[in-house]
């Protein structure tokens, strides 16, 4: 069975500052990954997805991920925070085939921004 | 378009008492399914749905049912309402009844507390 793993509970950046939510997969095949972001009292909304080819995918808001096969990891990055995007982050990953057609989250990072 | 609408928003139960939280889509999405979400946990399947007619048991279905007769509705129930289900609920879709590839839809949530 597959599995995510994110290993920051929380994380607290300045406002412009640069940010990195780190992800780690387990899934046996090529895994479809993806990025979900959970403002207080809301569903969750997607920010980016990775299926195949470029490993640099670009998402809403500014966001964007790299996907390293050799490292099983689908970190979340974005180049200057700003105050709106503090929020909860889960990482998730599917596949077409077994449990995997059953998406897996992570526990989940949420992102603190200072002014 | 309202996507997915769960009601109710908020919910307090007495242990053993029972409850339905409704979730119905307007997309025509084959896929439905309910999470739990808890502090430090993430998000765990409930049950899913992949088409109307067709159920199938998620990761923790333990004290939750399900019925899928409608292609709009999927309605979670608790028969016996325990304190350990004291959780936010979501209901989340997708086109494509069994593809782990597709992005989710999320509902806003519906919050219960089991006294």
């Known amino acids: 069975a597959q599995s995510v793993t994110q290993p920051d509970i929380h994380i607290t950046v300045s406002e412009g500052a640069s940010l990195e939510l780190r992800c780690n997969y387990s899934?046996?095949?090529?895994?479809?990954l993806f990025w979900y972001v959970q403002s207080p009292g809301q569903g969750l909304q997607l920010l980016l997805k990775?299926?195949?080819?470029?490993?640099l995918v670009q998402g809403i808001k500014g966001f964007e991920a790299e996907f390293k096969r050799s490292q099983s990891s689908f970190n979340l990055r974005k180049p200057s925070v700003h105050w709106s995007d503090a929020a909860e982050y889960f990482c998730a990953v599917g596949g077409l085939s077994g449990s995997a057609r059953q998406l897996t989250f992570g526990s989940g990072t949420q992102l603190t921004v200072l002014p | 378009n309202a996507g997915v609408t769960q009601t109710p928003k908020f919910q307090v139960l007495k242990t053993g008492q029972s409850m339905t939280l409704q979730c119905a889509q307007d997309?025509?999405?084959?896929?439905m399914s309910w999470y739990r979400q808890d502090p430090g946990m993430g998000l765990r399947l409930i049950h899913y749905s992949v088409g109307a007619g067709i159920t199938d048991q998620g990761e923790v279905p333990n004290g939750y049912n399900v019925s899928r007769s409608t292609t709009e509705d999927f309605p979670l129930r608790l028969l016996s309402a325990a304190p350990s289900q004291t959780s936010v609920y979501f209901c989340a879709t997708r086109q494509g009844g069994s593809s782990g590839a597709n992005v989710l839809t999320f509902g806003a949530g519906s919050r219960l507390t089991v006294l």
């Open positions: 997309m025509n999405h084959e896929y």
């Open positions: 990775y299926f195949s080819g470029d490993t």
């Open positions: 899934y046996g095949a090529t895994p479809y």
